[in-house]
């Protein structure tokens, strides 16, 4: 079992940034693949971004946001700048022990989750 803890959440205006970080209870971070998903008020939770050895982004962030891992503190992070009012979700972290290279971005390949965390960007 692995619990993931996200944090970093908050509100801000269009155009601010905002750093998530995601920790785990287990150096499993190090070894698999690990990624963010959002949430919009009556939409369908998306894929964000993705790492293991190299990173994949969604088209919608891919130049705003990014993607890191910190090993020795089995944390990943999602550095979001230049934040707009579509970005205003609840951001999840995920982990999939089944890959550590390649990347998958639909849901249902994460195994574990964490609890979500509110970001809020104001116009």
């Known amino acids: 079992q692995v619990q993931l803890v996200e944090s970093g959440g908050g509100s801000v205006q269009a155009g601010g940034s905002l750093r998530l970080s995601c920790a785990a209870s287990r150096r499993t971070v190090n070894n698999y693949a690990m990624g963010w998903f959002r949430q919009a008020p009556g939409k369908e939770r998306e894929f964000v971004a993705a790492?293991?050895?190299?990173?994949l982004y969604a088209d919608s962030v891919k130049g705003r946001f990014i993607i890191s891992r910190d090993n020795a503190k089995n944390t990943v992070y999602l550095q979001m700048n230049s934040l707009k009012p579509e970005d205003t979700a609840v951001y999840y972290c995920?982990?999939?022990?089944?890959?550590?290279?390649?990347?998958?971005?639909?849901?249902?390949?994460?195994?574990?989750w964490g609890q979500g965390t509110q970001v809020t960007v104001s116009s």
């Open positions: 790492i293991t050895w190299s990173t």
């Open positions: 995920a982990i999939d022990l089944n890959r550590r290279s390649n990347i998958a971005t639909n849901m249902g390949a994460y195994d574990y």
